[in-house]
């Protein structure tokens, strides 16, 4: 055995370990002088700060704590977190004697105690964050990371029964999926009241209420994910829901999506949008959301409209490149290749993705640290440490399923009937640094496919010889088992595997899952998961507060090499195209059984139609999933390479770009932090102005020899009209020396919000395009509104109006087409704006004739003019009382 190495942990890995993993004294009154806590230094609901120290002085519950930056810091002792493990050596004698305790005999509990605290020793193992903070420490914490319950009963007593567990789940550590596909659609009857339903979206808004109210074992908020199948009639609700304040807050959202959708979307086929028939006897005790199951017994299913798949999947596409949400979940095909298809359908995904589950279904999680399997002499992988570790890995993990207390006997009956486990990685990015190949490139996939097919095989040898000793997973048919479209391929490339579980059996139905390892990466100071790194330098915004991290083995480079730039194998997410991130994600996702947690970062100017082919892109490839996230697309993202803090400092680095840095790149990337979402259109306008005055004022300073364009005394344009959620909007675009200069809003009445606000945008986008030299200024304004959301929206297809920032957008690109004289444009423009159809006209005649105004309680385009007073028709606001 290797001699143990002395961990040290400092800055923020030693407040994540101190935070999360290590072992605490729920009674902070014993804190003495002398102890080493967390003390909490800003205390904010949604971004706190703690920093480590030591107890100095204690005068009843008053205590001073030295931080480690020297500070004096007081406190009073309930807002301590006191650790009983210091080291992360003490957590891992812990861990490998928890672990090796459910062990036969003492021999074997003594050799597995040292063979896991070898895997545990300097990071080569680094457990699930659960499994790290609960083993033996607490009979009530769960071991297991994720957990799936049955999708909720169509009932009030049903969905209270799912809200309680949930709730139960959260409250001991293990994030939470839920399938909302078995909830009756909005407006459906429901007769046992004379009512109608408030829809499948709304229960989910009650379960994301609930999960933030939770925190988990006293060091993390709950965590959720909400599914919906592509078959339900509230699907464009739920793919949607994002994009009104307020409704789900704190819940991941992911559609399921099937092989015929994906079939119909490619074909430009119609999409029939159905439910159960509630009527049915058997509706109450036989339906539990599996469509193909209720399908198969006869019974019937009634069609609530038809739709284009295409609509439906643009619309899905086009929100997850707004705000990254939701992701797409390839289901059926993900049953398709699971190991448990014959037994046990998956229904959903954890909260982060990466481990589909049934219902009732678990998993526990750890990953292998590939960061310390580098060869230095041979310059390659230590193939036979790693396979040792991953051997020693998987028998960690299944003791798990014996270790853990279950609070809920379905739980165990499930987990011990199929022993579901995920060993995953960390530390990929560094490795591939270290073995100097691009993440991403050629070289690189071809060493993915090469790295996981060989950690797999190692892990399904290791689970077939567990089988011989202990038994397979009560489940297991080797025939059907070896069926599944993983196996299939498993078996093509290592026929020993097929070879083994047929004389051995199986101890796991599934063995691999790639997790994010956010925070536990983080601790140890590796890449996470399987991602590149985010950046070599970077800020960090947790619970714990907001940190600058830099990786050692790019700072160590830099220190060797100070005139130099790094290498191109040094590679971070934003430095690779999206393309090259869903390649990696397909070359991993052959060897790994359940799923992977991989996010495609994409540019803040990629488009709705790029987004579209990368979701088909992966499709295509084999990924069971897929998450993009469009660098800006959210208000607040946990890291980030500016500090957005000090915005003085940020303007003034972006007056001076690399020399390598196009002109359109530097003023996108002066747009300022981040403001607090506002709701519905005035979020949209008060963001949209914020970020265009910024970049004309930084237009302003890179372009100090130019000077603003006044207006002459007359200028020659031409005015759109709009349909918009708030009215007609009458748009006109003057031109100066050919080029658009100046923009005029007429919507809403007078005096109104809306109209404030829209001469407000009208006037900050006629300053933007006064300023500087013109270049794809004007591209880069459409680029800016096109698509942006507010509380409703108008037309279809080509003539769909999101907000009135977005009719500017459309407008902008009308006005470039047409280039001759003020009647050519009216006359065009007749022609190529539609009115909105009969439909349209009649569902908004009567807002319009309202004169909708902005609500000030809630944000929305509520506000009417009833019975001589200002009231909101939807939060009941009222101006008067």
Known sequence: MKTVKQAKLEGLS????????????????????????????????????????????????????????????????????????????????????AMASVEATPEKRQLWTDRFRYILDD??????????????????????NCYVIPSPHDSRGGIMATLTEMTEIMARGGGVGINLSSLRPRRAVVRGVNGSSSGA??????????????????????????????WHPDVVDFITVKQSMGQITNANLSVCVSNGFMKAVKEDLDWELVYPDTTDPDYDPLWDGDLDKWRSLGKAVIPYRTVKAREIWHTIIESAWKSAEPGVVFMEYYNQMSNSWYFNPI?????????????????NLSAINLSKFYDEEKHDVDWEELAKVVQYSTRFLD?????????????????????????????????????????????SLEFLDRLYG?????????????????????????????????????????????????????????????????STGTMVGTSTGIEPYFAFEYYRQSRLGFDKQYVPIAQQWRDEHPDQELPDYFVTAMNLSAEDHIRAQAAIQKWVDSSISKTANCPADFTVEETKRLY???????????????????????????????????????????????????????TPAPVKPAAGEAGSLTRLTESLSANAQVQT???????????????????????????????????????????????????????????????????????????????????????????????????????????????????????????????????????????QTVTRSAATSLSLDLCPSCGSASLINTEGCKTCSSCGYSKCS
């Open 616 to 670: 088909e892109l992966a499709f295509d490839l084999g990924c069971k999933g897929v998450t993009i996230y469009r660098d800006g697309s959210r208000d607040v993202q946990v890291l980030s390479t500016d500090k957005k803090e000090e915005k003085k400092e940020e303007a003034q680095a972006a007056v001076s770009p690399p020399a390598s840095v196009k002109a359109e790149p530097a003023v996108a990337a002066a």
């Open 201 to 230: 979206v709304s229960w989910g808004g009650l379960f994301s209420y609930t999960t933030g109210l939770i925190e988990q074992g006293g060091s993390r908020r709950g965590a959720l994910m909400l599914m919906m199948n592509d």
């Open 14 to 97: 030693e407040k994540i370990f101190l935070d999360r993993y290590a072992m605490k004294d729920a009674d902070t009154n014993r804190t003495q002088v002398g102890d080493t806590v967390l003390v909490l230094t800003k205390d904010d609901p949604k971004f706190p700060a703690k920093e480590v120290g030591e107890v100095i002085e204690r005068q009843g519950s008053t205590v001073k704590v030295k931080v480690r930056s020297g500070e004096i810091v007081e406190s009073s002792v309930e807002k301590l977190t006191l650790t009983v493990e210091k080291t992360p050596q003490q957590m891992w004698d812990r861990l490998a004697g």
């Open 399 to 443: 003791n798990v399923i014996d270790k853990t207390p279950y609070h809920f006997e379905e739980n165990r009956v499930n987990q011990q009937n199929e022993r579901r486990i995920g060993l995953g990685s960390m530390g990929l990015a560094e490795l591939m640094i270290k073995l100097r190949i691009r993440y991403g490139s050629t070289e």
């Open 454 to 518: 060989f950690m797999a095989r190692e892990a399904y040898l290791a689970s077939a010889d567990i089988a011989e000793e202990k038994g397979s997973f009560t489940q297991f048919d080797a025939d059907l088992f070896l069926q599944s479209g993983f196996m299939k391929s498993m078996t093509g490339v290592y026929p020993e595997v097929g070879d083994a579980v047929k004389q051995k059996g199986m101890r796991n139905v599934t063995v691999i899952t790639q997790a994010p390892t956010g």
């Open 701 to 839: 300073e890179q372009v100090v020899d130019k000077q603003y364009k006044r207006r002459p005394q007359a200028l020659r344009g031409a005015t759109y009209k709009f349909n918009t959620p708030f009215g007609m909007a009458y748009i006109t675009i003057n031109d100066m020396n050919g080029t658009p200069s100046e923009i005029f809003l007429n919507v809403g009445k007078a005096g109104s919000d809306v109209f404030a606000m829209s001469e407000a945008l009208g006037r900050v986008c006629s300053l933007f395009l006064r300023y500087g030299d013109h270049g794809n200024k004007v591209q880069l304004l459409v680029k800016h509104l096109k698509g942006i959301g507010g509380s409703g929206a108008i037309g279809f297809g080509a003539n769909r109006v999101e907000s009135i920032a977005d009719a500017v957008a459309k407008a902008l690109e009308m006005h470039g087409e047409y280039t001759d004289t003020a009647d050519d444009y009216v006359t065009a423009t007749q022609e190529v704006v539609t009115e909105p159809s009969a439909l």
């Open 347 to 363: 229904i959903c995904t954890n909260p982060c993705g990466e481990q589909g589950l049934p219902a009732w279904g678990v998993c």
């Open 123 to 144: 990071w080569k193992l680094v457990p699930g964050g659960r499994i790290a903070a609960g083993a033996d420490a607490s009979d009530e914490l769960t071991l297991f």
